[in-house]
């Protein structure tokens, strides 16, 4: 993932994560993301549809954008509850939003970014934008 889709996707206003299961399709708004060796990581607070979606279903798909710009990242999701990558996740919430309780954390391993601004020209336009 090259570097600027990174820093887009990590400071977007809004980020929608869509999953499909036996129950169909599910779209719910993501907040705590950040990039980690080129995965994707999400933190889960309170899934239900989108949880039993993932484990029945890897396939996901995360849509990050502000105003007219913005991608869509196509990948497979790995859920963990233990382990050293779990632990590091709390451990950065904990930081950011003590009061929060950290149930799970899903890590999208990217197979497909596209360009959804309909000029297809985001990282020119954010490359653009006073830091």
């Not at 399709?25 to 549809?49: C, Q, T």
């Not at 009061?99 to 653009?128: C, M, Q």
Request: with cysteine; proline share 4%.
């Amino acid at each position: 993932m090259e570097i600027h889709v990174e820093q887009f996707i990590t400071s977007a206003d809004s980020k929608a994560l869509a999953t499909s299961g036996a129950s169909g399709l599910n779209v719910v708004p993501v907040s705590s993301l950040k990039v980690v060796e080129g995965k994707i990581w999400l933190i889960n607070y309170f899934m239900d549809k989108t949880l039993q979606n993932i484990l029945e279903n890897k396939n996901v798909s995360l849509v990050c954008w502000t105003k007219m710009m913005g991608y869509q990242i196509k990948g497979a999701v790995e859920y963990k509850t233990t382990g050293a990558e779990f632990d590091q996740a709390v451990t950065w919430i904990r930081e950011m939003l003590p009061d929060r309780i950290v149930k799970g954390l899903l890590i999208i391993s990217p197979t497909d970014i596209y360009d959804i601004a309909p000029t297809k020209n985001t990282k020119e336009k954010f490359e653009a934008l006073p830091v």
